[in-house]
């Protein structure tokens, strides 16, 4: 895999469901794997930064883990709100930032 | 607040001309990146200084040039401007060189329209 790809490109869930997405980059010359927030009209938010295989990191209702070795990361949304609408991107630090395009998720009251 | 500041938030010009966009990073952040993003296009890394040195390039174009100052902050040249080069243009600063696990923290950007 040459760039990060991200699925799927949109999710809509009803508020309370739990979600996840998928993360791909390429695993040589790996430094980090970023995940970001990003609203419309805003710019874009960090969430987790993670460096090593089998790394899980936590903020609140979020969570990510990452797998180095396969090259994938998962981010897991517990119990969707309207707030958490947002398109979450994955970059990939391979000695220079590869962006996924995203995943647009919208949260239904 | 990032604590990131771009100057300044919107640009118009012509073809042909030359800008320069600013960017200040975080008090104690030594690296700075810029990104594009396009019209319907996700974001773009251009490039990356850590401490006032080059650390890393992506898709910037010859016509486009940055550089970052004794005091961190960093100007990214855009010249002979095309239509294509409108754009919503990102800063993010973060502490480290990249390689550590450090987080980017963005700017508010600055939108350049190209008459």
Known sequence: ILNVEQSPQSLHVQEGDSTNFTCSFPSSNFYALHWYRWETAKSPEALFVMTLNGDEKKKGRISATLNTKEGYSYLYIKGSQPEDSATYLCVGNNNDMRFGAGTRLTVKP | ??????????????????????????????????????????????????????????????????????DLHSELNLSSLELGDSALYFCASSVGDGRSGQPQHFGDGTRLSIL
């Open chain 2, 1 to 70: 607040d990032s604590g990131v500041t771009q100057t300044p938030k919107h640009l118009i010009t012509a073809t042909g001309q030359r800008v320069t966009l600013r960017c200040s990073p975080r008090s104690g952040d030594l690296s700075v990146y810029w990104y594009q993003q396009s019209l319907d296009q996700g974001l773009q890394f251009l490039i990356q200084y850590y401490n006032g040195e080059e650390r890393a390039k992506g898709n910037i174009l010859e016509r486009f040039s940055a550089q970052q100052f004794p």
